[in-house]
């Protein structure tokens, strides 16, 4: 059973710093693109960023400049180091992964349980 689990949410100020962690654990034979969806309230999800195998990002025009993801294969763990936030960021926070289970011919989406991050202005 492959799973996402998040961690490093929270009530920050506006200009403050919030750093963003989710782990993926079970059996795991390889993941793809792993990335970072924001919803907020009376909206729909967006995806905030995501990262490659390789490393390769990409980035919402919103949050480019101030956020950056990176991530620990060897731990199968992506970061959000989330940077000058704004009110408008408020929103929980998403973890995405495709992820190839052991034993399993088709690459799966995976979700995280969510997060919430909150901008006081």
């Known amino acids: 059973q492959v799973q996402l689990v998040e961690s490093g949410g929270g009530l920050v100020q506006a200009g403050g710093s919030l750093r963003l962690s989710c782990a993926a654990s079970?059996?795991?034979?390889?993941?793809?693109?792993m990335g970072w969806y924001r919803q907020a309230p009376g909206k729909q999800r967006e995806l905030v960023t995501g990262?490659?195998?390789?490393?390769?990002?990409n980035y919402d025009d919103s949050v480019k400049g101030r956020f950056t993801i990176s991530r620990d294969n060897a731990k199968n763990t992506v970061y959000l180091q989330m940077n000058m936030l704004k009110p408008e960021d408020t929103a929980v926070y998403y973890c995405?992964?495709?992820?190839?289970?052991?034993?399993?011919?088709?690459?799966?989406?995976?979700w995280g349980q969510g997060t919430q991050v909150t901008v006081s202005s």
């Open positions: 995405n992964a495709e992820i190839k289970p052991r034993g399993s011919y088709y690459v799966r989406n995976y």
């Open positions: 079970g059996s795991i034979f390889r993941i793809n693109v």
């Open positions: 990262i490659s195998d390789g490393g390769t990002t």
